[in-house]
């Protein structure tokens, strides 16, 4: 019904730039809180930042400053931009969106995810 396909990661030297994006697809009423979540080897899977359908935002105390999360609500799509990027920040990156596809209520739907690497 909802698919979430995500691009934009890659190897990138520490101190680089990427910019993630993901777009929902199929059959969308609406998207409430759209968020990016990454899982290191031997991790758990973490938040990285959400936001809201009004465009409120939160970040884990890792990124602040260095991750920007926005959203195209004309495009379903979400993304994103991370600067001074860190060794610790490789990882599986995943696109997360709370859907729905009747107006009544909402269900969490993942992208696949895009791995990212930065090299010291």
């Known amino acids: 019904q909802v698919q979430l396909a995500e691009s934009g990661g890659g190897l990138v030297q520490a101190g680089g730039s990427l910019r993630l994006s993901c777009a929902a697809s199929g059959s969308i009423f609406s998207i409430n809180v759209m968020a990016w979540y990454r899982q290191a080897p031997g991790k758990q899977r973490e938040l990285v930042a959400t936001?809201?359908?009004?465009?409120?935002?939160n970040y884990a105390d890792s990124v602040k400053g260095r991750f920007t999360i926005s959203r195209d609500n004309a495009k379903n799509s979400v993304y994103l931009q991370m600067s001074s990027l860190k060794p610790e920040d490789t990882a599986v990156y995943y696109c997360n969106a709370f859907v729905s596809v009747t107006g009544r209520s909402f269900e969490a739907y993942w992208g696949q995810g895009t791995q990212v690497t930065v090299s010291s």
């Open positions: 936001i809201g359908s009004g465009g409120s935002t």
